[in-house]
């Protein structure tokens, strides 16, 4: 078996008297879909937050590649090949989709990107970039400012800017919300194209996509890890079903 791309020990971080990550420890694997699901207030965003470094645990570990990133601030992680997206959408509306991408490639290299300068003198970067909106079917809309897209090609455009940053793993964060029936399929049909190429944490509240994407799902509640296995385990294990049933009847 593969080493993982990510190896969480331990995990603990407490506001005051409630702790919102109780000792999780689970692993990603390349090539995988490791999907989190929980009950609203589970934890599972404060998870991502640590797992990126926009967070610092009270205590245990975050390994990736191998070594402890655990004291390592997010533009550090970002450079090793961890990226993430968020639940709120993080676009620069007034810039086009390619350069929202190109941006992310210029993060990465360090390129001295000029939104003024002919677009001949920065070939390199509009050529990666363009490769990022291609990878989420989204190179067609490439020119258009990027607040005039629809929610769901956001959503792509928000994984292609990831995905410029040469990533090694994909954080993604409720990557489906708001999105229509017509959108999640075709972002469920995107990201499981993706996984050819990045290992991939999914946080995602759609039942549906979670079951048809994910090799495992490790579900949280209270910030502990109830379990982690594949999709039929989960559908059956009873935990799980009270957790769920618990979130339905609050809603």
């Known amino acids: 078996m593969s080493a993982p791309l990510l190896a969480l020990r331990d995990l603990r971080k407490h506001f005051g008297g409630l702790a919102v990550t109780d000792g999780v420890s689970l ?23 640590q ?24 533009a550090r992680r970002v450079r090793r090949g961890l990226a993430r997206t968020f639940q709120i959408t993080s676009i620069l509306p007034g810039f086009s989709a390619l350069e929202n991408a190109a941006l992310a490639v210029q993060a990465r290299s360090g390129s001295s990107f000029r939104f003024l300068r002919p677009a001949a003198a920065e070939a390199g ?24 897209l629809s ?13 410029a940053t040469r990533p090694r793993l994909l954080l993604l964060d409720e990557p489906l919300a708001g999105a229509g029936a017509e959108e999640t399929e075709r972002l469920i049909g995107i990201l499981g194209r993706l996984r050819a190429e990045y290992g991939i944490l999914l946080v995602e509240h759609d039942m549906r996509a979670v079951f048809a994407l994910a090799d ?3 579900v949280l509640a209270q910030g502990r ?6 999709t039929g385990e989960i559908r059956a294990h009873p935990e799980v079903r009270a957790a769920y049933l618990g979130e339905d009847e609050m809603a």
């Open 151 to 163: 929610h769901g090609e956001k959503r792509q455009l928000e994984l292609a800017i990831a995905i």
């Open 51 to 74: 797992i990126s470094g926009t967070l610092r645990p009270d205590s245990g570990q975050v390994r990736f590649l191998g070594e402890d990133v655990t004291a390592l601030p997010f």
């Open 27 to 49: 692993e990603v694997r390349p090539g995988e879909i490791h999907a989190v699901i929980g009950p609203n207030g589970a934890g599972k965003t404060t998870l991502i937050h």
């Open 216 to 218: 495992r799902i490790s």
């Open 225 to 230: 890890l109830v379990t982690t296995g594949t």
């Open 125 to 148: 970067l509009n050529r990666e970039a363009l490769a990022a909106l291609a990878a989420v079917g989204l190179a067609h809309r490439a020119a258009v400012p990027a607040g005039t």
